[in-house]
Each structure stands twice: as structure tokens, then as C-alpha cells.
């Protein structure tokens, strides 16, 4: 099992930016998939990016294409969520998560899952 803590949420104006972080312990990683998810109130939760550990290679919803960037730091076993031109309905709590293989596609599946952490945008 893999331990997943966030981090970086926050109050941020419309048209700001922030950084969310995951930090990943409990297992060697090398074969996983990390991925980072929302939920807004009253919604289900929702696909947002993905990247394998190894090769980094990265697969985003279409929603966030352009504005969210993924990417990881293999030393300090962390994910990241750069999110920019944020609006009001990026409000959410959003989660990390990782699954046990390479499948980079598949939106689904995800097998640990972090606390999450608030992200509020005011209009």
C-alpha cells in the first residue's frame, strides 16, 4: 500500500495559480501510475492528469489540457499539480492517487488515494 499526503491547496483569486503536491511513501514506485483527481460539492469525482513514475510520460483530461502541467520528482517521491488561470469552478477538493501499473490511460482503477486537499478559487 502506498501512503499519499497533499499538499499546496489554498484560497487563490480567479486567473491565479497554485501548486499541489503529492508526497508518496510506503512503496518503491517504479511501476506506478500517479494520477490527480477533484471533487467538486455535489459532483462526482473527476479525472484530472495522470503520470507513470518511470519515463513520465503524462495523459490529461481534455477539460485541463493547456492549463494543468503533471510532472513528478522521482528523489523526493512527489507529484505535482502546477494548475493555472484558475476560475471559480476549479473549486474542489482534489486527490492524488496511484495504481500499480503502467496504464497511463485508463482513469479508472486507482488503488491509493490521499486525504485530499481544499482548493478554493473566488470570482
Known amino acids: 500500500q502506498v501512503q499519499l499526503v497533499e499538499s499546496g491547496g489554498g484560497l487563490v483569486q480567479a486567473g491565479g495559480s497554485l501548486r499541489l503536491s503529492c508526497t508518496a511513501s510506503?512503496?518503491?514506485?517504479?511501476?506506478?501510475?500517479m494520477g490527480w483527481f477533484r471533487r467538486a460539492p455535489g459532483k462526482e469525482r473527476y479525472f484530472l492528469a495522470a503520470?507513470?513514475?518511470?519515463?513520465?510520460?503524462?495523459y490529461y483530461a481534455d477539460s485541463v489540457k493547456g492549463r494543468f502541467t503533471i510532472s513528478r520528482d522521482n528523489a523526493k517521491n512527489t507529484v505535482y499539480l502546477q494548475m493555472n488561470s484558475l476560475q471559480p469552478e476549479d473549486t474542489a477538493v482534489y486527490y492524488c492517487?496511484?495504481?500499480?501499473?503502467?496504464?497511463?490511460?485508463?482513469?479508472?482503477?486507482?488503488?491509493?488515494w490521499g486525504q485530499g486537499t481544499q482548493v478554493t478559487v473566488s470570482s
Open positions: 492517487a496511484a495504481r500499480p501499473d503502467t496504464a497511463l490511460f485508463y482513469t479508472s482503477g486507482y488503488r491509493d
Open positions: 503520470v507513470t513514475w518511470i519515463g513520465g510520460a503524462t
Open positions: 510506503g512503496r518503491t514506485l517504479s511501476s506506478y501510475t
